[in-house]
């Protein structure tokens, strides 16, 4: 690391990365392309740098006026160093390290419930293998009162689902029809802890939306096929009421939690709308599954990093609770009112209306940046570097044909 920080009028964002290259390259040219950003008569230098790991003084200083994570949700280390880089050198990141590992997929539930969304009914059950220490098996056979699963499942109701409470990229998810499924899930969860969740069925769509900052991107998501197929192009699938509550649930998670770089998952049914998981420390950004919804979002995470980095917006590692809290238990406001005072509350945690400003002013040449490079042969490049290494060479071309033809689709919606 640099002994110190760059100069005034240049902004470092750092990326903190895993396997992933296809993003981080666009964004990477993307950013360099922008070239510097002018805010109120000051020229702003962007640059970005791929983080490395390595042995940290914790009076090293950071370099980086903002953090990009992909990684500390899975890794200490990479998570401990956020955490030093937010409390000593005021490092904006978009997702907060402490939030994350203290009020996972579990404590994301139990505050939405407290704020009134319709939550699926939802119980946590002991360890099936209790954790391995002398301590708490005396404590587990002293306190932990006996249960029947089978009465817990029939409560919760058939069909439902056994998911970690923390959550984890699909690890460990069952989907639950019977009493032998149950046991069979649950002798085969060892030491996760786990929730037992009432599925939604029917329903008539399953939407997904990615939030960055303020802006969210509601799509409609097909589990069920391969993740190439899963984003479906439906841009007016969802009944205007169900809509805002999504776009309102998103921003809401993300200003409650500090979590800036997010996605939600909600199963719909006419207006009714079912959040069933929406902490996600690393949203899937990449282009072979996001297509034609990828250039935006590679867009919006330009745009909330540059407006962070030039801005110079402080992080926030403690939350405001009790403001939400408030509206949630005020017994004299509607359902649609307590929406509306939430997103209220979002917008002045996003500063939203100083960063539309941002955006149409300091950033109004992104949009047709993004537009050109999408449509040229350096991004084709790099979807087929991105496609070599995601399939086997006998699907090669006809991948390239699909994304091609998506991409080539949003180009053309563009115009």
């Not at 640059?47 to 200083?61: C, G, N, Q, V, Y």
């Not at 160093?81 to 050198?89: F, G, I, Q, S």
């Not at 939030?211 to 479906?232: N, V």
């Amino acid at each position: 690391m640099s002994p110190s920080r760059r100069d005034d009028t240049t902004r470092l964002i750092g990326l903190l990365l895993g396997t992933e290259d296809d993003w981080p390259a666009a964004f990477e040219h993307l950013l360099t392309t922008l070239g510097p950003v002018q805010h109120r008569g000051v020229s702003h230098r962007m640059a970005s740098e791929r983080i490395t790991i390595e042995p940290f003084d914790l009076r090293d200083p950071v370099r980086h006026d903002v953090v990009i994570d992909r990684l500390a949700w899975w890794y200490y280390h990479p998570r401990e160093w956020l955490k030093k880089a937010a409390l000593v050198d005021d490092v904006y990141l978009l997702n907060n390290p402490f939030t994350f590992q203290a009020m996972e997929k579990h404590s994301a539930y139990c505050a939405m419930i407290r704020l009134g969304f319709d939550i699926p009914d939802t119980v946590l059950v002991p360890y099936k293998n209790p954790v391995d220490h002398e301590k708490w098996a005396y404590t587990a056979e002293t306190y932990n009162l006996p249960f029947q699963l089978d009465e817990v499942a029939e409560r919760v109701g058939y069909p439902l689902y056994m998911k970690p409470f923390d959550g984890g990229a699909w690890r460990g998810v069952s989907r639950i029809d019977d009493v032998d499924t149950l046991h069979r899930a649950y002798d085969q969860s060892g030491q996760m802890l786990m929730h037992l969740q009432a599925a939604v069925s029917p329903y008539d769509s399953f939407a997904r939306s990615l939030t960055i900052g303020p802006e969210t991107k509601i799509m409609k998501f097909r589990p069920e096929l391969p993740m190439h197929d899963r984003y479906e192009v439906a841009h007016s699938f969802l009944q205007p009421e169900a809509g805002m509550e999504i776009l309102t649930l998103s921003r809401t998670i993300n200003a409650f939690f500090r979590w800036e770089f997010n996605s939600c998952e909600a199963l719909v049914t006419g207006t009714r709308v079912r959040p069933i998981d929406y902490a996600n420390a690393c949203p899937d950004i990449a282009i072979t599954s996001l297509h034609y919804y990828f250039p935006w979002a590679i867009t919006q995470l330009i745009s909330w990093s540059v407006f962070c980095a030039v801005t110079r917006r402080r992080p926030r590692v403690d939350t405001s609770s009790r403001d939400w809290f408030a509206i949630a238990d005020d017994p004299d406001l509607t359902w649609n009112e307590k929406l509306g005072n939430y997103a209220v509350l979002a917008d002045q945690y996003f500063q939203a209306d100083e960063y539309r400003e941002f955006c149409s002013t300091s950033l109004a040449t992104l949009p047709d940046l993004v537009r050109d490079w999408v449509a040229s042969a350096d991004f084709d490049d790099l979807l087929v570097r991105t496609v070599q290494v995601t399939y086997p060479p006998e699907e090669h071309e006809r991948f390239l044909a699909h994304f091609r033809g998506l991409l080539g689709l949003w180009v053309t919606d563009q115009a």
